[in-house]
């Protein structure tokens, strides 16, 4: 498969590095022809999980150096905003029933699916982690995999020979629940990852106060009734993504205590990587995330007052506007017309 990889940081770089290190050969397309020409120069090296490597880079180059060049796949590795504004130039990379795969957290996949085709996007997310240290030089931070499948559902032949390319590099899985797969990753990033970024802290870290469970709780329960209500069945990841009980709401007690004691066991110690977009001035990908249950939610009649209130506020922190920290979780829930907290 004749592989493009758009978008050269944590995971492209990882991707790339390992892929190329087990003889499969792949062209990276940077920002600029600047950036190229300081990854021809470097190389790409890895540490950390997976063990540690160093390749050459042969083929680096801005997107508009690959245009017509008929990629059979292209692996779409930028962050979500950079994903959607390249989504018009993607097309022209692919090649005759050539395959876009975007990994990025959130809608993005099902987004591009809707405007370029299903039959020209398969659905992928990223349960590896890892990021990039130095230009060039990425730290794999977990044992991940990607997980692949097709954005309407279902098994197919396309995603079975996508993954097994791609496992030769990295390890890769098919799910024929994709859509399940998107929500399930979804219901964590809007309540654990946005409330820690917006915190200021992790999701251990706001957890340990009565208010930050609640305002855990109040998110994931209006994502969770999103997903349901658009027909999505949530996938099972790390905790069964309905809450013991759950009647559209969570139900308080020492079942929901354990089940939220497993969501922290799994995910309450990263720090949330939209606060460090916060500390390094980038925009986040909250639009793709809270703003995605937001918008569907208000499209299917599901009340979504902390999911709004929550794209304000990191939109506040991304302008300047607010600061990341235990204060403004507080302004999120009187904005959200919970009151004072409980
Ligand atoms: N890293 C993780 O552990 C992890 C885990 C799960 C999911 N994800 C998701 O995976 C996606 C990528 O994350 P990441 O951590 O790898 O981000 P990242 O380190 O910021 O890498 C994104 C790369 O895309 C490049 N880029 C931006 N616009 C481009 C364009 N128009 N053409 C070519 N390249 C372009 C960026 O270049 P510049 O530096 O010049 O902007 C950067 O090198 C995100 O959606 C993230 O949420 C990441």
Redesign the pocket.
């Known amino acids: 498969m004749k592989t493009l990889i758009?978008?050269?940081?944590?995971?492209?770089?990882?991707i790339a590095a390992r892929l190329t290190a087990a003889g499969v050969p792949v062209c990276l397309?940077?920002?600029?022809a600047g950036?190229a020409a300081g990854l021809r120069a470097s190389g790409l090296r890895v540490s950390g999980v997976g063990g540690a490597l160093a390749v050459p880079v042969a083929a680096a180059g801005?997107?508009e150096q690959y245009l017509g060049a008929a990629f059979d796949l292209v692996v779409l590795?930028?962050?979500?905003g950079?994903?959607m504004?390249?989504a018009p130039r993607l097309p022209g990379l692919l090649g005759p029933g050539g395959t876009l795969l975007p990994?990025?957290?959130?809608s993005?996949a099902l987004a591009l699916a809707e405007r370029l085709g299903v039959e020209r996007v398969l659905g992928g997310?990223?349960?590896?982690?890892?990021?990039?240290t130095a230009p060039g030089t990425v730290e794999q931070?977990?044992a991940?995999h990607l997980l692949l499948g097709e954005v309407g559902g279902g098994e197919s032949a396309r995603a079975e020979r996508v993954r097994a390319w791609l496992g030769r590099g990295v390890a890769a899985r098919v799910t024929p629940n994709f859509r399940g797969a998107v929500w399930s990753k979804l219901l964590i990033n809007c309540s654990g990852t946005t409330l820690g970024a917006i915190g200021g802290t992790t999701l251990r870290g706001f957890t340990a106060t009565a208010h930050g469970r609640d305002l855990f709780h109040r998110a994931y329960d209006e994502a969770l009734a999103v997903a349901l209500a658009s027909g999505a069945r949530p996938e099972r990841m790390a905790v069964d993504p309905v809450p013991p009980g759950w009647n559209g709401r969570s139900v308080p007690g020492e079942a929901l205590d354990a089940w939220l004691a497993g969501v922290i066991a799994a995910y309450g110690d990263a720090k949330p990587?939209m606060l460090q977009d916060f500390e390094r001035g980038?925009s986040t990908?909250i639009d793709?995330l809270n703003g995605h249950v937001a918008d569907l939610g208000r499209r299917l009649g599901v009340p979504v007052p902390v999911n709004e209130a929550l794209v304000e506020a990191a939109q506040a922190i991304t302008r300047g506007r607010s600061a990341p920290g235990p204060e403004l979780l507080e302004r999120v829930w009187a904005a959200a017309g919970g009151g004072a907290f409980p």
């Open positions: 758009v978008g050269a940081g944590a995971l492209g770089g990882l397309a940077t920002r600029d950036s801005p997107v590795a930028t962050k979500a950079d994903a504004a390249l990994i990025q957290n959130g993005v997310l990223s349960n590896l982690g890892a990021a990039m931070r977990n991940g990587s980038r990908e793709f």
